[in-house]
């Protein structure tokens, strides 16, 4: 007996979108408040603007409501979740191209205040290199194509699977790990040389 290519993938969080599913709206609530945050990140990370990766992520949500009757778990509920965020992210950046007025990742928020550092130790310079060197690292990655940086997000900063990422991103695993090998080449290249950053 041959396995169905729909096979159902069991996880607490595919069980909460099938009770949602079946009426259940509380579950809906609990995936909110379980992936709400790390999708507003990701999306933060993939568009370089807070504001924008806040409606992406409302927009990922109202897709997840809109497709409850269609839902089958032949995936983990998170890659199929990602796969949603990535595209919306993708499409807004294409038609968004243009514009180069986003947000820095380094940028205060929206109360004024930027997250402060103390360092009791006295060594302050050492912090403002770790500093430096993250700003690099942040800027390094947004500046990675779209589909690149996506799989370094999730793979880095969201600690997915590479068959997750194959499913989020829509392509094979081989193409996963080649755009990660790439990804992460570019980013050993330009972090080795910060003085022609």
């Known amino acids: 007996m041959t396995a169905s290519p729909y096979t159902r993938i069991r996880d607490l969080d595919s069980e909460l979108m099938l009770r949602f599913q079946r ?10 408040e379980k992936h ?3 999708v507003i990140y990701f999306l ?3 568009v ?15 897709r997840v409501y809109r497709s409850q009757a269609s839902y089958q778990p032949t995936a983990k509920f998170t890659t199929w979740l990602y796969r949603i965020a990535t595209n919306l992210a993708i499409n807004w950046l294409r038609d968004h191209r243009h514009e180069k ?3 820095s990742l380094d940028a205060p928020s929206a109360s004024g205040l ?11 310079d050492s912090e403002l290199q770790k500093q430096e060197m993250l700003r690099q690292l942040r800027q390094a990655v947004a500046e990675l194509p779209d589909r690149q940086r996506a799989a370094v997000l999730m793979h880095k900063y969201q600690g997915m699977e590479l068959s997750q990422i194959s499913g989020a991103l829509g392509c094979s695993l081989a193409t996963v790990k080649s755009r990660l090998f790439r990804a992460y080449a570019t980013l050993r290249m330009r972090l ?4 022609a950053r």
């Open 44 to 46: 933060h990370r993939m």
């Open 36 to 38: 709400r945050t790390p």
């Open 101 to 103: 007025n986003g947000e």
């Open 48 to 62: 370089g603007n807070r504001a924008v990766a806040e409606e992406l992520a409302q927009d990922t949500f109202l």
């Open 23 to 32: 009426g259940e709206a509380a579950s809906l609530d609990l995936l909110l």
């Open 192 to 195: 080795a040389q910060p003085a």
């Open 114 to 124: 930027r997250p402060q550092i103390v360092d009791p130790s006295p060594a302050a």
